[in-house]
C-alpha cells in the first residue's frame, strides 16, 4: 500500500462546516451521540434477529414454512443490527461512554463478523480512502466484479449488472468462512494495528468466535429444531443471503454511482482535495425524505454525513444534512443525493454497466457519465 496525503487546499471549506455543526449541537443542547432512540432501535433489530432464533430452538415452530420464515427475519435482524447498532457502536458515536460501545460494538461476533477487522477495513481504510484505488477494499471486490476503472476490465464484467446481486447476498457467509481469516493475514503483512493484542492472540480470538458463533447459530438449531438437517441448513443460508443483500446494496449504492470519482494521486503522493472535499466527490445520499426507510437501515442513506462525521451517530444525520448542502452550495462543491432508494439502485446499476462496458481513462470523472440522474447542489 503506498502512501499518499491529502491536499490542504480549501481548509476554510472544513473549518468552516465542522464549525457550523458543532455550533447546531451546542444551541440545540444536544450532544452527537446517541440517546434513547438508538437504544430503542437496539432492542427492536435485536429482537428481530433472536426473537426467531429463540421461537426455532424452542420447538414452537415446526412448519417448514414457518422455519423458513424464521430465518429470513433473522437475516433482516442481523443487518439491522449491524447498520442500527454495531455501525454506530465500532465508531464511538453509539454512547458518550466508550466501554458502552465497545460492547455494542462487540455485538458484530453475534453477526459472524470480527471487530478488530471491521474497524480496520471500515474505519481506517474505508472512510480515510473512499474511493481509492488500493486503500479502499469496499471498492476491491474479487475479480469477478469491477467497482473502479482503474481495475483491469474483463469480459465477464460486461454482465456485472445482472450477475452483482447474487454475490452480494454471498457478503456476510463469506465472513463467518473465509473474509476475516484472508483479512487478518493481509492486515498482519501490511504491519496494520488492530488494537493492543498481538495478532497471535487476536488469531486464536478469530477461530474461538468462529466457533460460538457456528453452535450457536447452526449447531443448536440442527440439534433442536423438528425439521430435516438440510432445512436447517438451507435456512441458516438464506438467512446471510437476505442479509448480506442488503448490506450490500445500501453501501454500494453510495459509492458505486455515475456521480462517484475514483481519484488518483499526483507524483508525489498527494490527491487533489482535502479529505473533507473527498468525502463530497466520492459519496452520495438517498432517500433522504423517507424516515422509515432511514430508520431501518441506521441513517446510512445518509452517507455524505456519515462520512464527514463518523463519530456522530445516526440519529442527528437528517438534521445536519441541512446544514452540510448548504454549506457546500456556498462554497460551490458538489452534494450528491438520488431521490430514493429505487433511484440509487438504479444508478447504481448504470455504473455497473458503464463500469463493464467502457475501459476508461483512469483521470476521467464519472460525473459527466451519461444519463446520471442524481442532484448536486
Given amino acids: 500500500m503506498k502512501n499518499i496525503r491529502y491536499s490542504k487546499r480549501q481548509l476554510d471549506f472544513t473549518t468552516d462546516l465542522r464549525n457550523s455543526v458543532n455550533e447546531y449541537f451546542s444551541k440545540n443542547n444536544i450532544q452527537p451521540h446517541g440517546n434513547w432512540k438508538i437504544y430503542i432501535k437496539t432492542v427492536f433489530m435485536t429482537l428481530l434477529y433472536l426473537g426467531p432464533w429463540i421461537l426455532l430452538i424452542s420447538g414452537l415452530v415446526s412448519s417448514v414454512f414457518l422455519v423458513m420464515a424464521c430465518w429470513i427475519?433473522?437475516?433482516?435482524?442481523?443487518?439491522?443490527?449491524?447498520?442500527?447498532?454495531?455501525?454506530?457502536?465500532?465508531?464511538?458515536?453509539?454512547?458518550?461512554?466508550?466501554k458502552v460501545n465497545r460492547f455494542f460494538g462487540n455485538s458484530l461476533y453475534l453477526l459472524g463478523g470480527f471487530p478488530p477487522n471491521w474497524r480496520y477495513q471500515h474505519n481506517t481504510l474505508h472512510h480515510g480512502f473512499t474511493n481509492i484505488e488500493g486503500h479502499d477494499e469496499?471498492?476491491?471486490?474479487?475479480?469477478?466484479?469491477?467497482?473502479?476503472?482503474?481495475?483491469?476490465l474483463k469480459k465477464m464484467h460486461r454482465y456485472q449488472h445482472i450477475y452483482a446481486w447474487f454475490f452480494y447476498s454471498l457478503m456476510t457467509i463469506s465472513w463467518i468462512i473465509a473474509t476475516d481469516f484472508i483479512r487478518i493475514k493481509r492486515y498482519k503483512g501490511m504491519g496494520a494495528k488492530l488494537g493492543s493484542r498481538g495478532f497471535n492472540k487476536l488469531f486464536v480470538d478469530l477461530i474461538l468466535s468462529k466457533v460460538v458463533y457456528y453452535s450457536i447459530f447452526l449447531v443448536v438449531p440442527l440439534l433442536t429444531v423438528?425439521?430435516?438437517?438440510?432445512?436447517?441448513?438451507?435456512?441458516?443460508?438464506?438467512?446471510?443471503?437476505?442479509?448480506?443483500?442488503?448490506?450490500?446494496?445500501?453501501?454500494?449504492?453510495?459509492?458505486?454511482?455515475?456521480?462517484?470519482?475514483?481519484?488518483?494521486?499526483?507524483?508525489?503522493?498527494?490527491?487533489?482535495?482535502?479529505?473533507?472535499?473527498?468525502?463530497?466527490?466520492?459519496?452520495?445520499?438517498?432517500?433522504?425524505?423517507?424516515?422509515?426507510?432511514?430508520?431501518?437501515?441506521?441513517?446510512?442513506?445518509?452517507?455524505?454525513?456519515?462520512?464527514?462525521?463518523?463519530?456522530?451517530?445516526?440519529?442527528?444525520?437528517?438534521?445536519?444534512?441541512?446544514?452540510?448542502?448548504?454549506?457546500?452550495?456556498?462554497?460551490?462543491?458538489?452534494?450528491?443525493?438520488?431521490?430514493?432508494?429505487?433511484?440509487?439502485?438504479?444508478?447504481?446499476?448504470?455504473?455497473?454497466?458503464?463500469?463493464?462496458?467502457?475501459?476508461?481513462?483512469?483521470?476521467?470523472?464519472?460525473?459527466?457519465?451519461?444519463?446520471?440522474?442524481?442532484?448536486?447542489?
Wanted: proline fraction near 6%; aromatic fraction near 12%; charge should be positive.
Fill in 73 to 98: 427475519a433473522m437475516g433482516l435482524g442481523m443487518s439491522g443490527l449491524g447498520m442500527a447498532t454495531m455501525h454506530d457502536a465500532n465508531h464511538g458515536s453509539f454512547s458518550k461512554n466508550q
Fill in 226 to 377: 423438528p425439521v430435516a438437517w438440510y432445512w436447517i441448513l438451507s435456512g441458516f443460508l438464506l438467512m446471510h443471503f437476505t442479509s448480506g443483500l442488503m448490506l450490500s446494496t445500501i453501501f454500494q449504492t453510495a459509492h458505486v454511482v455515475p456521480t462517484s470519482e475514483y481519484p488518483v494521486p499526483d507524483g508525489n503522493g498527494e490527491l487533489d482535495n482535502n479529505w473533507t472535499i473527498h468525502q463530497l466527490y466520492t459519496t452520495c445520499d438517498y432517500s433522504p425524505k423517507s424516515v422509515i426507510f432511514s430508520w431501518l437501515v441506521g441513517g446510512l442513506n445518509y452517507q455524505v454525513e456519515h462520512h464527514l462525521f463518523p463519530y456522530i451517530s445516526h440519529i442527528h444525520y437528517k438534521d445536519i444534512s441541512k446544514i452540510v448542502q448548504t454549506k457546500a452550495r456556498e462554497y460551490g462543491l458538489p452534494y450528491h443525493v438520488n431521490k430514493s432508494f429505487a433511484a440509487a439502485v438504479w444508478q447504481h446499476i448504470k455504473m455497473l454497466k458503464l463500469l463493464g462496458k467502457e475501459q476508461i481513462a483512469v483521470n476521467t470523472s464519472f460525473n459527466a457519465a451519461k444519463g446520471n440522474k442524481a442532484m448536486a447542489v
Fill in 138 to 152: 469496499d471498492i476491491a471486490p474479487p475479480g469477478i466484479l469491477r467497482f473502479s476503472p482503474h481495475r483491469p
